[in-house]
T-cell receptor, first 112, second 113 residues
């Protein structure tokens, strides 16, 4: 079982729609949670951290459910420029250091 | 502010040739440093990480090596490249204390021919 799992997609969504991704993690000791965005042939870029109380940044809302061990990302009023791969990451303290555990990413395609 | 530089952006190398990719971080001290590889359409594979000068942890067996000669410099090397070494190589850094996100360089797209 993968430590961090994401639906690979692609999610084909019309412009203006709302889209939601989930990401599940296997280790209950996971400490921090993040969403990254990766455009084609580019490096991943931090989109937002995910806090226990949930957090919002403009059209983006991230939530954490520790009991069920998943994080979610909601994108409202999607734009063509939101097309990208979205990666979730959790951190875990192992071998005396915090390790970053990456999901494989969910591809999002926004269609006009 | 912190910045990370990685070069070159693209590289085409023949099989059996050596490799050296360099990454430097500015604006922070004693960062964690990482080398990742990403095959086309796949997720990130952690190759090496370092918590300090001369301290390298290898995550997967391979013909690559990494070195950290200075606090903010991380180098990925190979003595003889294989076709299977082709991919997108990404350097990243994170703050060492606590649980923090990582920040990436622009990446190097390596094609071994």
């Amino acid at each position: 079982r993968k430590e961090v799992e994401q639906d690979p997609g692609p999610f084909n969504v019309p412009e203006g729609a709302t889209v939601a991704f989930n990401c599940t993690y296997s280790n209950s000791a996971s400490q921090s949670f993040f969403w990254y965005r990766q455009d084609c042939r580019k490096e991943p870029k931090l989109l937002m951290s995910v806090y226990s109380s949930g957090n919002e940044d403009g059209r983006f809302t991230a939530q954490l459910n520790r009991a069920s061990q998943y994080i979610s990302l909601l994108i409202r009023d999607s734009k063509l420029s939101d097309s990208a791969t979205y990666l979730c990451v959790v951190t875990l303290f192992m071998d005396s250091n915090y390790q970053l555990i990456w999901g494989a990413g969910t591809k999002l395609i926004i269609k006009p | 502010s912190q910045t990370i530089h990685q070069w070159p952006a693209t590289l085409v190398q023949p099989v059996g040739s050596p490799l050296s990719l360099e990454c430097t971080v500015e604006g922070t001290s004693n960062p964690n440093l990482y080398w990742y590889r990403q095959a086309a359409g796949r997720g990130l594979q952690l190759l090496f990480y370092s918590v300090g000068i001369g301290q390298i942890s290898s995550e997967v067996p391979q013909n690559l090596s990494a070195s950290r000669p200075q606090d903010r410099q991380f180098i990925l090397s190979s003595k003889k490249l294989l076709l299977s070494d082709s991919g997108f190589y990404l350097c990243a850094w994170s703050v060492q204390s606590g649980s923090h996100a990582a920040f990436f360089g622009q990446g190097t797209r390596l094609t071994v021919v």
